[in-house]
T-cell receptor
Framework: DQQVKQNSPSLSVQEGRISILNCDYTNSMFDYFLWYKKYPAEGPTFLISISSIKDKNEDGRFTVFLNKSAKHLSLHIVPSQPGDSAVYFCAARGGSGAGSYQLTFGKGTKLSVIP | DGGITQSPKYLFRKEGQNVTLSCEQNLNHDAMYWYRQDPGQGLRLIYYSQIVNDFQKGDIAEGYSVSREKKESFPLTVTSAQKNPTAFYLC???????????FGSGTQLSVL
């Protein structure tokens, strides 16, 4: 049973426009959400995170929005640049016990930014 | 410069053979993790260790074994019992009680 879902396997966006990557989750015990960026044959790198007590977090061109009632979060990239082309993984941390030491990852969305 | 080093970058396994993937970190992190990535799939947790000499199974531990004799090292052995070992393996670490994972550059394991 997938607890973290990224329903769009791929997304293409023109350079300079906004990229919106979506993520849905089912476990209400998740208390932290993270986005990672991954290039082929490399390890993921941390991009941005948000606590479940917030609804928005910004870092430069990247903004993450959290809608707890809908169990939905999204990553906005504005403006999109060709170097943003990568696979983006949504991840969530469990709230207590062993789950607090684990991240559950979605399957990823491949973003292609077209020059 | 602190980080996580995985070796080798590419590894080939013969039928019935055990292979060991190396993971070393100099970030002084307490917790270490092994994830597996298959094409089109997310990262699935194999094993994790919160402290030295202790480790727990993740979601897909069957056919794998680990050890944590030193804080810096968390090697993963892919045993012959793992029938579908071809995948990209990622090691990660984090501070105890912290949530942000730092990943190594990965090892691609293939079966000959």
């Amino acid at each position: 049973d997938q607890q973290v879902k990224q329903n769009s396997p791929s997304l293409s966006v023109q350079e300079g426009r906004i990229s919106i990557l979506n993520c849905d989750y089912t476990n209400s015990m998740f208390d932290y959400f993270l986005w990672y960026k991954k290039y082929p044959a490399e390890g993921p790198t941390f991009l941005i995170s948000i606590s479940s007590i917030k609804d928005k977090n910004e870092d430069g061109r990247f903004t993450v929005f959290l809608n707890k009632s809908a169990k939905h979060l999204s990553l906005h990239i504005v403006p999109s640049q060709p170097g943003d082309s990568a696979v983006y993984f949504c991840a969530a941390r469990g709230g207590s016990g062993a789950g607090s030491y684990q991240l559950t990852f979605g399957k990823g969305t491949k973003l292609s930014v077209i020059p | 410069d602190g980080g996580i080093t995985q070796s080798p970058k590419y590894l080939f396994r013969k039928e019935g053979q055990n292979v060991t993937l190396s993971c070393e970190q100099n970030l002084n992190h307490d917790a270490m993790y092994w994830y597996r990535q298959d094409p089109g799939q997310g990262l699935r947790l194999i094993y994790y260790s919160q402290i030295v000499n202790d480790f727990q199974k993740g979601d897909i531990a069957e056919g794998y074994s680990v050890s944590r004799e030193k804080k810096e090292s968390f090697p993963l052995t892919v045993t012959s019992a793992q029938k579908n070992p071809t995948a990209f393996y990622l090691c990660a670490s984090s501070d105890q009680g912290f949530w942000k994972l730092f990943f190594g550059s990965g090892t691609q394991l293939s079966v000959l």
